[in-house]
């Protein structure tokens, strides 16, 4: 589904920081309980465009120094600008970035990292 702009089909980018920006998933996305061992997750009916914005990971910022960000499993790590940081899901907020498919063998999507508001 593509959202419009001012009559423009919005870049992958401009949708991203859109979302990030008013701080709310995509409506057609849709946080279910899938079973006992998998827990929640995301899904959607809707056909998602190839290299499309779908959901924001958010939670608690920090720089990484440490293998204790590891034992949180909702911690997604990365390295930016030569430093490496962690972003710490663990807090419910309702939103659903923290429960999307972590796969890393065969992943239905991919991470973007996007600077918004520095």
């Excluded at 979302?19 to 995509?26: A, F, L, Q, Y």
């Excluded at 910022?61 to 663990?90: P, Q, R, V």
Aim: aromatic share 8%.
């Amino acid at each position: 589904m593509t959202e419009r702009r001012r009559g423009r089909r919005k870049t992958p980018d401009q949708d991203a920081i859109d979302h990030i920006t008013i701080g709310e998933d995509k409506s057609f996305l849709e946080g279910r309980f899938i079973n006992t061992h998998k827990g929640r997750g995301v899904l959607t009916q809707d056909y998602i465009e190839p290299k499309s914005f779908v959901v924001e990971y958010r939670g608690v910022l920090s720089l990484s120094d440490s293998a204790d960000d590891k034992n949180s499993k909702y911690a997604f790590e990365f390295m930016w600008n030569g430093k490496h940081y962690c972003i710490d899901a663990s807090k419910e907020d309702g939103t659903l970035g923290r429960l999307v498919n972590d796969d890393h063998i065969h992943p239905n999507c991919k991470v973007k990292r996007i600077m918004v508001k520095g």
